[in-house]
Nanobody, 115 residues
Framework: QVQLVETGGRLVQPGGPLRLSCVGS????????MGWYRQAPGKERELVAH???????IYADSVKGRFTISRDNAKNTVYLQMSSLKPEDTAVYYC?????????WGQGTQVTVSS
């Protein structure tokens, strides 16, 4: 019964910062990969960033240099620190983990970038 809960999504002005958090519960000790995805209206879900158990990271080209992903294994938490937000970043952001060959998803949190 793995559960992931995202928090932090809200309305923010262009150029502003925002931090998303995802807290996991259940049997999720040391997931191989923890990551963030997003889905904008009319588009398919896409990878934003992910982080491995040895803290290696991958970012989508569209967010590289603006977003930072991190994880705290002791707290079963993955973070996404976002800066210089653009209207194109508006989407539902989903937390994801890979564990023992399976993938788990949170419910999503809405981020809206608008003046």
């Amino acid at each position: 019964q793995v559960q992931l809960v995202e928090t932090g999504g809200r309305l923010v002005q262009p150029g502003g910062p925002l931090r998303l958090s995802c807290v996991g519960s259940g049997s999720i000790f040391s997931p191989n990969v923890m990551g963030w995805y997003r889905q904008a209206p009319g588009k398919e879900r896409e990878l934003v960033a992910h982080i491995t158990s040895d803290h290696g990271t991958i970012y989508a080209d569209s967010v590289k240099g603006r977003f930072t992903i991190s994880r705290d294994n002791a707290k079963n938490t993955v973070y996404l620190q976002m800066s210089s937000l653009k209207p194109e970043d508006t989407a539902v952001y989903y937390c994801n983990i890979q564990l023992l060959g399976r993938s788990y998803w949170g419910q999503g949190t809405q981020v809206t970038v608008s003046s």
